[in-house]
Structures are given as C-alpha cells and as structure tokens.
C-alpha cells in the first residue's frame, strides 16, 4: 500500500509469527486490517483504537469485509490492563453483508482479528494482530476461543511489544 499523505495517520501492522504462519489467507486478512485501520484512523476522528461504538452503530463499514470493532470488555478484573494495552477484535463479515447498508456495529461473524495498537509517532500507529480466529487458522468460533488465560497472554504480550517497539 502506498505511503499515506503527510496530514494522514501512518498505519504500520505485524503478525505474532510465533501463533501465526505467512500463509496467503493470513497475509489477505493482515491487508484488509491495514487497509480498513489507515481508512478508520483517517476518517473517523477521536478513534482510538477502534471507532466510537455510537458511530458504528449508525454507519456501515468503512471496509467490506469489516463488521464490528471493539475493545474488549471481559474479564472485569482485567479491564484497566485491556484498556491500557488497547486490546480489542474486529469480526470478519462476508461482504454481502457489509454491504447490505447494515451499521458496522450489526455486522458480526464468529470471525475475528485479536490485535493491540499504540502510537509510535504523533501520526503514526503501529498495530499488532496477537491472533486471526478464523477456518484457515482452525477456528469456527471466535466466541468460544477466549479464555481468562489467553485474555492474559494477550495482554502479556502487548505490554511487551509496546515497552519494546523501537
């Protein structure tokens, strides 16, 4: 993808190679993330990590193959962690539909895209996909995936990228 216009927010993406391979499914999904983060960094403004909840519920997606993005909100006792590691999945949506006029918000599928962002220049974000929950990568259910203790590894390993992302 082209570099971005000075005024833009940059958005730069890695894959957690030690859970995911290269596969070409994997570097497809890495490319609708990006594409979909550079479109909802530069056009939605106060978006940090994921658009505002009340604009999704109203607008439709601003990618095809994106429904719902969010921050997650379970277990309780580690909100403050998920918040400060800005930990959140987005759903996979097939594209009919994206497109059907439905708000992003009821565009959901049992697909998803595990990820972490942080700002490492004032108009650049760096986002990290710790997981793509998805058939290719064996999973049916991305609901049914999480646990307290890959909750707890995500954040483990986000707090890691960040602290160390030169």
């Known amino acids: ?18 859970v995911l391979d290269d596969s070409t499914a994997n570097k497809v999904a890495l490319e609708v993330i990006q594409q979909y983060k550079e ?3 530069n056009v939605c403004e106060n978006n940090f990590i994921t658009p505002n909840e ?15 993005d969010r ?9 403050a962690d998920i918040e400060f590691e800005h930990l ?9 539909l994206a497109e ?15 990820y ?24 049916e259910d991305a609901h049914e995936f999480y646990t307290r203790d890959l909750m707890e590894s995500y954040l483990y390993y986000a707090s890691e990228i960040r602290r160390n992302h030169k």
Request: contains cysteine; negative net charge; glycine residues 4%.
């Open 116 to 139: 972490s962002g942080f700002f490492v220049a004032p108009k650049h974000v760096h986002i990290y996909v710790h997981d793509l929950l998805t058939p290719a990568n064996g999973i």
């Open 71 to 79: 921050v997650f909100d379970f277990p309780k006792d580690l909100r």
């Open 1 to 18: 993808m082209a570099d971005a216009p000075k005024d833009e927010i940059q958005v730069t993406i890695a894959l957690d190679t030690e």
């Open 54 to 68: 009340n604009i999704q519920m109203r607008e439709v997606s601003l990618h095809p193959s994106v429904g719902r």
């Open 100 to 114: 059907s006029g439905k708000p992003q918000w009821y565009c959901t599928s049992p697909y998803a895209a595990v």
């Open 88 to 96: 959140a999945h987005l759903h996979f949506v097939e594209s009919h």
């Open 39 to 41: 479109l909802s960094f």
